[in-house]
């Protein structure tokens, strides 16, 4: 069985995902999506440089580097097409199948070739001291330029709380089903990125970071026996969340789903359409868009004794900030110090 799926402008031949429920394993296409001409390309510009000056030993250098990415994504259904068997009919998912009868049928209607832009500059300096034969300090400091990434404008969506009207809500059933009112806006609220004065990685509130480090090695007795060692950085990472939108945010009005009820298989055509629902709408809490920070520290001491006997004792942890997460605007109290917003319920039934 193949299906027609509709991949930027032409028509191909893929199989379709076929599920069933009772425990069997879904065949048809391997994975959700086909992603031809995937493309990374990373410009590094890279400096390093070290002067050896009495009892200072000095480091600094930085990086340059501009990144693209080239891949293509696409949120909701497959492109190939999803046909879901539940027994519906027969009471049987398998002897559905058989008969042809699908229980539901999911597309969407395109797939996007995202052109993900980032660049990551980086300047440091170091200091390694000696102020004597039993004691070394280390102290540096990182500068980053590191805003978030951003692809082609217009793609990237995003829900605005401040930007929801009331007036233009439908009604929304307890079961998420949509009602529409003669005000009812499908893009009420929406931002897209590079347009209207939204920047182009949708916030540029957070792209500038620095990342400090200081270190010490001391021998209390000179002797090369003993010695105590510590260290505290700042540094940061950028998670798979934060390497594009913080959720898939390609969706409406790039990508369109449809969704079919009560179709036969293979040819979906004439199935009923599934009714309105409320579909999740993901935003980003712009202002506090940034890279996690990771602070890490330790401290150890080690002791030598006759007989080449030799003791340490340490001691390392880390305590990580600005994490991603997801939260429900729609839930009360789902999360300390995140208020729930009424304005998104005022419509809802």
Not at 133 to 153: A, D, I, K, N, W
């Amino acid at each position: 069985t193949q299906n027609l799926a509709y991949t930027g402008g032409y028509l191909q031949n893929y199989l379709p995902t076929v599920t069933f429920s009772g425990g069997w394993s879904s065949m048809g296409t391997g994975s959700a999506y086909i992603l031809p001409r995937f493309a990374e390309l990373e410009l590094i510009l890279t400096d390093n440089w070290s002067w050896q000056r009495g009892r200072h030993f000095l480091q600094a250098g930085g990086n340059i580097l501009w990144g693209t990415h080239r891949e293509y994504s696409n949120s909701g259904p497959s492109t190939t097409g999803t046909f879901s068997f539940t027994g519906a009919t027969t009471g049987n998912s398998v002897a559905d199948f058989d008969l042809g009868y699908a229980a539901t049928f999911a597309q969407s209607s395109t797939q996007v070739r995202k052109n993900i832009h980032y660049p990551l500059d980086t300047l440091y300096v170091q200091d390694q001291w000696h102020p004597s034969s039993r004691l070394t300090v280390t102290g540096g400091l990182r500068f980053f330029y590191m805003p978030e990434p951003h692809e082609q404008p217009g793609y990237e969506v995003s829900f605005e709380p401040s930007l929801f009207n009331p007036m233009n809500a439908p009604i929304v059933s307890t079961k998420g089903l949509i009602t529409p009112t003669p005000t009812y806006d499908p893009a009420n609220g929406l931002i897209y990125n590079g347009k209207n004065g939204i920047p182009s990685n949708l916030s540029d509130a957070h792209k500038y970071y620095f990342s400090p480090v200081v270190g010490f090695a001391f021998d209390p007795r000179g002797d090369g026996k003993t010695s105590f060692r510590g260290g505290y950085s700042i540094n940061y990472t950028k998670s798979a969340a934060n390497s594009d939108c913080a959720v898939s945010c390609i969706t409406a009005p790039v990508i369109q789903n449809v969704s079919l009820v009560n179709v036969n298989f293979p040819d979906p055509i004439g199935g009923a359409a599934a009714p309105v629902s409320a579909s999740v709408i993901y935003g980003e809490d712009r202002p506090n868009m940034r890279a996690a920070m990771v602070q890490t520290f330790s401290a150890s001491v080690q002791h030598q004794f006759p007989g080449n006997w030799v003791i340490s004792i340490a001691g390392a942890g880390d305590r990580d900030t600005h994490l991603p997460q997801m939260l429900n605007l729609n839930q009360r109290g789902s999360a300390q110090c995140y208020d729930f917003n009424p304005l998104i319920n005022t419509h809802n039934h």
